[in-house]
């Protein structure tokens, strides 16, 4: 059984630019929420998808987006990257929206300069 | 707004001590409870879980949590701890009345516990 992966591991980009990260889910896994945490901080849930479309979302700006694709892995866009978003992002996924347990992948370190 | 609460954000043990982690929730009504690990370099585990029934909920490598619900407290314990659980802890909520039609986690701040041999 496959867990859930992200990529890339690290990235570094420049303040106003945007950013592209990734997540396969864990196989049988049709939902997937991604978590931004902060350093010194516990994971803030950001948005999570299900059946390809957003299916609930945290208290972050629309330049925050996403998408799902068919075989439920899923990309975390941020555009105009403010300092602040450096964090490590995190995917989780889980076997349904209704379902309590989520897995979480390794997370990608994006640093803002 | 719906908060969880992690008392300690350092903690330093030596090994064999007995550990207490403290977590309080905001919440009313129906929970679900976890604790999560994070060891250094790696990815967010899971180890312990309450939904229902017992309250002494036991989870991997001889962790133990308890949930008492008139103190909204879901606190980790564990009779002696090892160098190798020097980690990053984490409790987490989520709710059916507070996720909408998600199971978002609500996270603690964490708790960085060292422990020297």
């Known amino acids: 059984e496959t867990g859930v992966t992200q990529s890339p591991t690290h990235l570094i980009k420049t303040r106003g630019q945007q950013v592209t990260l990734r997540c396969s889910s864990q196989s049988g896994h049709n939902t997937v929420s991604w978590y931004q945490q902060a350093l010194g901080q516990g994971p803030q849930f950001i948005f999570q998808y299900y059946r390809e479309e957003e299916n609930g979302r945290g208290n972050f700006p629309p330049r925050f987006s996403g998408l799902q694709f068919p075989n439920y892995s899923s990309e975390l866009n941020v555009n105009a990257l403010e300092l602040d978003d450096s964090a490590l992002y995190l995917c989780?996924?889980?076997?349904?929206?209704?379902?309590?347990?989520?897995?979480f992948g390794p997370g990608t370190r994006l640093t803002v300069l | 707004a719906q908060s969880v609460s992690q008392h300690n954000h350092h903690v330093i043990l030596s090994e064999a001590a007995s550990l207490e982690l403290g977590c309080n929730y905001s919440?009313?009504?129906?929970?679900?409870l976890f604790w999560y690990v994070q060891y250094p370099g790696q990815h967010l585990q899971l180890l312990l879980k309450?939904?229902?029934?017992?309250?002494l909920v036991k989870g991997i490598k001889g962790f133990e949590a308890e949930f008492i619900k008139s103190k909204f407290s879901f606190n980790l314990r564990k009779p002696s701890v090892q160098w190798s659980d020097t980690a990053e802890y984490f409790c987490a909520v989520n709710s059916p009345r507070y996720g909408g039609a998600t199971n978002k986690l609500i996270f603690g701040t964490g708790t960085l516990l060292a422990v020297q041999p």
């Open positions: 919440y009313g009504g129906t929970v679900n």
């Open positions: 309450y939904f229902s029934g017992d309250p």
């Open positions: 989780a996924s889980s076997l349904s929206p209704e379902h309590n347990e989520q897995f």
